[in-house]
C-alpha cells in the first residue's frame, strides 16, 4: 500500500489547474446551504428572523432526515 | 473531468432522493400523520389540564402550510434538494479520493465513499441522536440538540478520516488486512467513547428541569393532579417504524449514489483518460 501514494498519470496534471479547486470549493459550498435550509433553518438559528416559511414546508424532510426540531 | 463527477453527483442523488421520497410517502407518511395527531391531543389534553389547574394557555400559531403541502410538494421537495446536495457533497469527496486512490478501483471507491458518507453523515451520529417524529422533541432544547447532532457528524467524519489515514499507515507496515481491522476497530472505540462522553438528549438541564430524569424526549404518559393517565405516550411501534423507515430512506440514497458512480466509474475514467493525458491512458 505505500506505493499507493503515487498519483496516477495525467491527474497529477489535473490537480495544478485552477478551476478545479473554484468548482470543488463552490459546489461544497452549495451542498452545504442547501442541507443547511433543508434541514437546520428557522430552527435552533435563522436567516429569516422570525419567519417559518421553509422550516414549516419542508417540516416532514427535516425530521424524517434526522435534524432536530420543534 | 470534476465537472461531470459533479453534474452526476448532483442528478445521481436527486435520483436518490426521488426515490427515497416515493418510498418515504407511502410508508413514513402515515406514521407522521399519526404523530402529529398524537401531538395535537396531548396538547389539548394538556390545555384541558392547564385549564382545569388556572395556568395561563399557550398560544399554539397559525398554520402556515397545509398537511397536504407539507406531505407532498414540501416532503419531496426536501428529500430531493438534500439529496442532490448529498450527490454533490459525495462527487467533491470522491474525486479528491480518486487521486489518491492507490489500489482501489474507481468502482470500488465510489462504494467505499458512499458507505463512509452514509455511515458517517447519517447512521453513527443517529445511533446516539436517532431521527424523531412530530411530538417528540421540546423547543427549548432546540439548539443544543442540533449542536450536539451536528456535532457528532463532524465528530464522525473526522474519526473516519483519521480511521483511513491510520489505516494507511499501517498498511505500509503490516498486512493489508490487519490494518483495515485496526483502523475499523479504533474507529469503533473512538465513537463509542465519544456517544458515552456526550449528554442523552433527556438528560439536558433543561429537560432535566422540566420533565426529570428520562433518556430521551419522548413524550412519556400525561398525568392528572391526582396520577391518573389521561394521554398515553408516544406509540413505541410508530416510533420505531419512523426510525427504521428514515435509516432505509438514507440507505436507499445512498445506494443509489455509490451504486450510479459505480455503474458510471469507467466511462468517468474513459473521460478522465480522454481530457487529461490521452496518451497515458
Ligand atoms: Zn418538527
Same mark, same amino acid.
Given at each position: 500500500m505505500a506505493t499507493s501514494y503515487a498519483p496516477r498519470t495525467g491527474l497529477g496534471a489535473l490537480s #495544478? *489547474?485552477?478551476p478545479t479547486p473554484v468548482w470543488l470549493i463552490g459546489t461544497t459550498l452549495l451542498a452545504l446551504l442547501a442541507i443547511y435550509f433543508i434541514g437546520i433553518d428557522q430552527g435552533? #438559528? *435563522?436567516?429569516?428572523? *422570525?419567519?417559518?416559511h421553509v422550516h414549516e414546508f419542508v417540516h416532514d424532510g427535516r425530521h424524517f432526515l434526522g435534524f432536530p426540531c420543534h | 473531468m470534476e465537472k461531470r463527477i459533479i453534474g452526476r453527483g448532483v442528478l445521481l442523488g436527486a435520483l436518490g432522493g426521488l426515490l427515497a421520497f416515493v418510498f418515504s410517502r407511502i410508508l413514513a407518511e402515515p406514521i407522521i400523520d399519526r404523530a402529529i395527531d398524537y401531538e395535537t391531543g396531548r396538547d389539548d389534553a394538556q390545555m384541558a389540564l392547564d385549564r382545569a389547574a388556572g395556568k395561563p394557555m399557550m398560544d399554539m400559531g397559525t398554520e402556515l402550510f397545509t398537511r397536504g403541502q407539507q406531505a407532498n410538494a414540501g416532503f419531496s421537495f426536501a428529500l430531493i434538494v438534500f439529496g442532490a446536495a448529498m450527490g454533490a457533497l459525495f462527487a467533491v469527496v470522491y474525486y479528491l479520493a480518486l487521486r489518491r486512490?492507490?489500489?482501489?478501483?474507481p468502482r470500488s471507491l465510489a462504494l467505499l465513499v458512499s458507505g463512509g458518507m452514509f455511515l458517517t453523515l447519517y447512521v453513527v451520529p443517529s445511533l446516539k441522536y436517532p431521527a424523531n417524529p412530530p411530538a417528540i422533541g421540546h423547543h427549548e432544547t432546540t439548539k443544543p440538540r442540533t449542536a450536539l447532532y451536528l456535532g457528532m457528524i463532524v465528530i464522525s467524519v473526522v474519526a473516519l478520516v483519521a480511521a483511513v489515514w491510520l489505516g494507511r499507515k499501517l498498511a505500509a507496515r503490516l498486512d493489508n488486512w490487519t490494518a483495515v481491522i485496526v483502523a475499523a476497530a479504533s474507529f469503533t472505540v473512538v465513537m463509542a467513547v465519544v456517544m458515552l462522553v456526550l449528554p442523552s438528549l433527556g438528560q439536558l438541564s433543561a429537560n432535566r428541569r422540566e420533565y426529570g430524569d428520562f433518556a430521551t424526549e419522548t413524550p412519556q404518559p400525561l398525568q392528572d393532579p391526582s396520577g391518573v393517565i389521561v394521554y398515553p405516550g408516544f406509540p413505541a411501534d410508530d416510533l420505531y417504524h419512523f426510525r427504521l423507515y428514515s435509516f432505509a430512506a438514507q440507505a436507499i440514497l445512498w445506494l443509489v449514489i455509490g451504486v450510479g458512480f459505480a455503474w458510471l466509474a469507467p466511462r468517468l475514467r474513459a473521460d478522465r483518460a480522454s481530457e487529461a493525458a490521452p496518451v497515458a491512458a
Open positions: #495544478v *489547474s485552477i435552533a #438559528v *435563522s436567516v429569516f428572523g *422570525s419567519d417559518m | 486512490s492507490g489500489k482501489i478501483t
